[in-house]
């Protein structure tokens, strides 16, 4: 979506390996979200960010965690990656003063094997 | 905690029928609803959303959605399918003045339509 790309597109680990995937937007939003898109569970929530620094746990945080050094990049890390954790991953951003007017990317899809 | 429930994994249609969509949630208060589509392999696109005001709700690609508080539901419907609607629709509800203004998904129906 235009403003917003994820990277990388795809990819392939293995179990136990630290990976990280990144968000990027273009657009100066101030909040940015992290979720996970699996078969019959829709879009849960990983973790988001309010500002540069300001990051918080969503309902499925366990195994994750996030940095936002500055406003154009959010990104989540799977410390030691396992096999429940391959999914779609999917970065949204949201302009602050505007409720709920979420963009989001074309999703990472990571296979953990 | 507010929840979405999407009761059909699956719907096939045949081109030119009519679609409808069911989506119930919970939430304790009045809830912001949205109807997404996602194409294969691509993100979420948002189709109509419910703040308030008119339970009739009109989107793009020709969907439309009807909130009824009594049924706490909000159904999408299409009156015509094109082939180019398969895809997957979810249903999402977000609460007011929530830290981050989270959304919350149903999870997801699957539509297929018949040439």
């Known amino acids: 979506d235009a403003g917003i790309t994820q990277s990388p597109r795809h990819k392939v680990t293995e179990t136990g390996t630290p990976v990280t995937l990144r968000c990027h937007q273009t657009e100066n939003h101030r909040y940015m979200y992290w979720y996970r898109q699996d078969p019959g569970h829709g879009l849960r929530l990983i973790h988001y960010s309010y500002g540069v620094k300001d990051t918080d746990k969503g309902e499925v945080s366990d195994g994750y965690s996030v940095s936002r050094s500055k406003t154009e990049d959010f990104l989540l890390t799977l410390e030691s990656a396992t096999s429940s954790q391959t999914s779609v991953y999917f970065c949204a951003i949201r302009k602050g003063g505007d409720a709920y007017g979420y963009t989001f990317g074309s999703g990472t899809r990571l296979t953990v094997v | 905690a507010q929840s979405v429930t999407q009761p059909d994994i699956h719907i096939t249609v045949s081109e030119g029928a009519s679609l409808e969509l069911r989506c119930n949630y919970s939430?304790?208060?009045?809830?912001?609803l949205f109807w997404y589509v996602q194409s294969p392999g691509q993100g979420l696109q948002l189709l109509l959303k419910y703040f308030s005001g008119d339970t009739l709700v009109q989107g793009i690609k020709g969907f439309e959605a009807e909130f009824k508080r009594s049924q706490s539901s909000f159904n999408l419907r299409k009156p015509s399918v094109h082939w180019s609607d398969a895809a997957e629709y979810f249903c999402a509800v977000g609460a007011l003045g929530a830290a981050g203004n989270k959304l919350t998904f149903g999870g997801g129906t699957r539509v297929l339509v018949k040439p």
């Open positions: 939430y304790g208060a009045t809830p912001y």
